[in-house]
């Protein structure tokens, strides 16, 4: 066999390998989508059982973005119940969420990240969080001191160092449990 036809068979030979790899990470890409599909999927059916033994009427919404599984219940402002669902402060949106994750779980032996949503609950927190780290920042630039915020969720917190980080500072978790916050810092 000559130099050239060894050469172009090994370049045959990564090519092919490269092709194999783009499939191998396109398909890992299917399935993590379609998993969480099936995700939303069980989600809903667990959910929708919970809004009919509640007599609570909803419409489900599931959205797959982002790595995660997002699940919106919503209502015509006429209908009641929903409100109960998201309680003081979203306890009780918490506590939901956390029983749909363990239903997932039940279902399909897969851990989920999946976020709940009622009435457009979170994505209101959302901007007050928003807001809650736009104002620690100003205080930490203006200072030059730490502040600590309000324990919050593990999901909330994320939103928070999120917000933090794109606002040029520092932000780190402290605490245990239901007090775990934010100290928010210029270095």
Same mark, same amino acid.
């Given at each position: 066999?000559?130099?050239?036809?060894?050469?172009?068979?090994?370049?045959?030979?990564?090519?092919?390998?490269?092709?194999?790899?783009?499939?191998?990470?396109?398909?890992?890409?299917?399935?993590?989508?379609?998993?969480?599909?099936?995700?939303?999927?069980?989600?809903?059916?667990?959910?929708?059982?919970?809004?009919?033994?509640?007599?609570?009427?909803?419409?489900?919404?599931?959205?797959?973005?982002?790595?995660?599984?997002?699940?919106?219940?919503?209502?015509?402002?006429?209908?009641?119940?929903?409100?109960?669902?998201? @309680?003081?402060?979203? !306890?009780?949106?918490?506590? *939901? &969420?956390?029983?749909?994750?363990? =239903?997932?779980? $039940?279902?399909? +032996?897969?851990?989920?990240?999946?976020?709940?949503?009622?009435? @457009?609950?979170?994505? !209101?927190?959302?901007?007050? *969080? &928003?807001?809650?780290?736009?104002? =620690?920042?100003? $205080?930490?630039? +203006?200072?030059?001191?730490?502040?600590?915020?309000?324990?919050?969720?593990?999901?909330?917190?994320?939103?928070?160092?999120?917000?933090?980080?794109?606002?040029?500072?520092?932000?780190?978790?402290?605490?245990?449990?239901?007090?775990?916050?934010?100290?928010?810092?210029?270095?």
């Amino acid at each position: 066999m000559s130099a050239e036809s060894t050469e172009h068979a090994l370049s045959e030979e990564i090519e092919d390998q490269d092709a194999s790899v783009n499939q191998d990470a396109s398909a890992a890409k299917v399935s993590a989508v379609s998993r969480l599909e099936e995700e939303g999927d069980v989600a809903a059916d667990y959910l929708e059982e919970l809004l009919d033994i509640a007599d609570i009427d909803g419409d489900i919404d599931i959205e797959v973005r982002n790595g995660r599984t997002y699940i919106s219940i919503v209502a015509d402002e006429e209908a009641e119940g929903l409100e109960g669902l998201v @309680g003081e402060d979203g !306890e009780v949106l918490e506590a *939901l &969420q956390e029983l749909t994750r363990l =239903a997932v779980l $039940s279902a399909t +032996e897969n851990r989920s990240r999946l976020v709940l949503d009622i009435n @457009g609950y979170r994505q !209101e927190r959302t901007g007050h *969080l &928003q807001k809650i780290a736009e104002d =620690a920042a100003a $205080s930490v630039k +203006e200072t030059g001191k730490s502040v600590a915020l309000e324990p919050m969720s593990a999901y909330e917190r994320k939103i928070v160092h999120d917000a933090i980080a794109d606002l040029g500072l520092v932000s780190e978790s402290e605490g245990e449990g239901a007090g775990r916050h934010i100290v928010v810092s210029a270095d």
